[in-house]
Structure formats: structure tokens, C-alpha cells
């Protein structure tokens, strides 16, 4: 059975930075994409980055780009989100999702997703 974890969320102040965690178990993802997600209270959930473990090629969206980095350790089987700069509207929980099948980093954003941690919370403050 697969399993998604996701860490190191917490309360921050706007500028400060973050770094997320997201640790697989049950499989390997090494021939795999995993994206990183985050729903705000009222929002819908909404695409934040991706990254290929073979070749680490990295997807982000436009609303963070320059400001969060995805990288991955295949040792590990874990993903991570560096977040820097944080903002007040960068607050969310954040979740990592992974498909079932092989899909590229591009296709994350737009694909249904078999595998989602539950989440961990960033509340930035201004």
C-alpha cells in the first residue's frame, strides 16, 4: 500500500522561508513524476509545482515560480519544496499527490492523481 507523508509545515512571517517534505512508502518512484498541491479555506485546491525523478525536470506555476523549488532524493523516496519569500496568500495546506502510472512532470498539473498525503499546514503572517 502506498503512503504519502508530508512535513515541515508551520507558522511563518512573510519573507521568512520553508521547507516541505514528502516521503513515499510502499513503492519507489523512481521512474515517476510527483507534484506538490495547496487548498486554501474557501479555495479550491490548486497546482504548485513537480518534479521527475529521472532527470529531475521541474514544473512550477506561474504564482510561485522564482520563489519555490521541488527537488527530489530517489535514495529516499522523498520530494521536497523549498519555499522562500513566503506571502500571506501562500497560505494553504500543502499536499504531495503521485500517480499510479508513469507520467512527466508537465502532466502532474492536469492529471488525476492516485496517491495524496494528507496534508501539512503553512500559515504565513504578514
Known amino acids: 500500500q502506498v503512503h504519502l507523508e508530508e512535513s515541515g509545515g508551520g507558522l511563518v512571517q512573510a519573507g521568512d522561508s520553508l521547507r516541505l517534505s514528502c516521503t513515499a512508502s510502499?513503492?519507489?518512484?523512481?521512474?515517476?513524476?510527483m507534484g506538490w498541491f495547496r487548498q486554501a479555506p474557501g479555495k479550491e485546491r490548486e497546482f504548485v509545482a513537480s518534479?521527475?525523478?529521472?532527470?529531475?525536470?521541474?514544473y512550477y506555476s506561474d504564482s510561485v515560480k522564482g520563489r519555490f523549488t521541488v527537488s527530489r532524493d530517489s535514495a529516499k523516496n522523498t520530494v521536497y519544496l523549498r519555499m522562500n519569500n513566503l506571502k500571506p496568500e501562500d497560505s494553504a495546506v500543502y499536499f504531495c499527490?503521485?500517480?499510479?502510472?508513469?507520467?512527466?512532470?508537465?502532466?502532474?498539473?492536469?492529471?488525476?492523481?492516485?496517491?495524496w498525503g494528507k496534508g501539512t499546514l503553512v500559515t504565513v503572517s504578514s
Open positions: 510502499g513503492r519507489a518512484f523512481s521512474r515517476n513524476a
Open positions: 518534479i521527475q525523478f529521472h532527470g529531475g525536470f521541474t
Open positions: 499527490a503521485a500517480p499510479e502510472g508513469v507520467l512527466g512532470a508537465y502532466e502532474i498539473e492536469s492529471h488525476s492523481l492516485d496517491y
